[in-house]
């Protein structure tokens, strides 16, 4: 049987639910279609959340030709078929859509091939991508596509979804079931219905139609059914972007001081399975950068955990990173260490090797000395306050400050 997701793909605009900022009205994919004109396009975001329906409501809707190519599993040969289908549409003024799902798994040579088919308008692309195409188009196709963004489908998008399978389905689920399939689908409408799509199996098989007197009732999905059939995974590429999202929102959490948040993030983490040690060595780091010496501990306590998660691993060592993210966003900050890194990295960078000023250089051997090694050095033990003031930078930095005062 054609499974549920299938099944319940919509046909028309109207029956589209959610990406209202694309396809609502005076949207701008709505309007290209009210005016016929549809450029090539790259359409980014999580999987489940209509890449596919709504390119091919648009080719349906504007009576263009269709063509699906899956860029994992297809190459040029499929790709030029396609094109010249394209030129022989062209000549009876019928326009053609590729749709090419997993674009960003074409490497660069292939998408170049694509170029001067959608420059010429040949074929109008619609590319589909679950990765930031900043990194994974190239940049002359994108030069050449509008990209417009997906979002993760709302809550309510999904309870409408579902209360329109399960009738399709002549199942009976309560509400607050309903509540939970879109609470825990991650906005994956495709997710959605493959959990109501199980638990209705389980449902049917637990009221077969066989048993007399149950002919006409309608299985009933129940908390146990669903629970059986929630097979629940966080969404999250230990690759890709998502990962460097979920980092960036520790970092930034701790450096806010916002203890619950940092802790929800480094859960999130730990629970998708990213190696508790990448996180550790990632707060180790924070330690210096955005506390330092405001609070020489956080450095201390962040190499213990450190050393607490090589030496116990998951799931023991959870506490630990939780514990860590506590005290570092509850930690005072100072940056300064972070700040006079980069500064001086980038006089490094720009002036190159700058002699040492001779007074500070080691004079071990005769030679050294008569060439004025170390001549005029204050040993700054033997003056008043011990700081002698003497000149420590290259002539041609004297004066830089790279230490701010915080």
């Not at 091919?56 to 030029?80: E, P, R, T």
């Not at 009976?172 to 799509?197: F, H, M, Q, V």
């Not at 210096?288 to 607490?308: H, M, R, T, Y």
């Amino acid at each position: 049987m054609e499974p549920l997701a299938s099944r319940m793909r919509p046909k028309t605009l109207d029956e589209f639910v959610g990406q209202q900022h694309l396809v609502g009205p005076s949207s701008p994919i709505r309007r290209f279609m009210e005016s016929g004109q549809l450029p090539s396009m790259i359409f980014w975001g999580p999987p489940g959340t209509g890449k596919t329906t709504l390119a091919y409501i648009i080719s349906q809707s504007l009576l263009y030709d269709f063509y699906k190519m899956q860029a994992v599993s297809s190459g040029k040969a499929k790709l030029m078929s396609i094109i010249k289908i394209a030129r022989q549409n062209q000549d009876y003024n019928k326009k053609t859509v590729l749709f090419l799902d997993e674009i960003h798994r074409w490497n660069k040579a292939q998408q170049d091939t694509l170029l001067p088919y959608v420059e010429k308008g040949i074929i109008t692309l619609i590319g589909a991508t679950t990765e930031n195409p900043s990194f994974t188009i190239n940049n002359a196709l994108l030069s050449r596509t509008k990209v417009f963004l997906f979002h993760p489908h709302t809550a309510e998008d999904i309870e409408l979804l579902l209360k329109r399978a399960a009738k399709e389905l002549k199942i009976k689920i309560r509400k607050p079931l309903i509540e939970s399939i879109a609470d825990s689908a991650d906005g994956d409408i495709r997710n959605a219905y493959n959990t109501l799509e199980m638990a209705e199996m389980l449902a049917r098989q637990e009221s077969p139609s066989s048993i007399k007197g149950t002919e006409n009732k309608q299985p009933e999905i129940t908390k146990e059914l669903l629970a059986a059939a929630v097979q629940k995974q966080l969404m999250h590429d230990r690759d890709g972007e998502e990962h460097y999202n979920i980092i960036s929102a520790i970092h930034k959490s701790m450096r806010s001081s916002d203890p619950d948040a940092a802790v929800y993030w480094i859960t999130r983490m730990l629970v998708a399975g990213d190696d508790p040690l990448y996180i550790a060595r990632r707060l180790l780091r924070f330690a210096s950068e955005d506390i330092g010496n405001a609070d020489p501990q956080a450095l201390i306590l962040a190499n213990s955990v450190f050393e607490a998660c090589q030496k116990l691993g998951m799931p023991e060592c959870a506490v630990h990173l939780t514990q860590l993210g506590i005290y570092l966003a509850n930690a005072p900050k100072d940056n300064s260490a972070y700040v006079a890194s980069q500064l001086a990295t980038e006089d490094v960078r720009v002036h190159g090797n700058l002699p040492v000023p001779l007074h500070i250089r080691n004079a071990p051997t005769k030679l050294m000395k008569q060439l004025g090694y170390s001549k005029g050095y204050v040993y700054d033990h033997d003056v008043k306050g011990k700081k002698s003031g003497q000149q420590c930078l290259p002539d041609k930095l004297v004066g830089r400050k790279y230490v701010k005062p915080n």
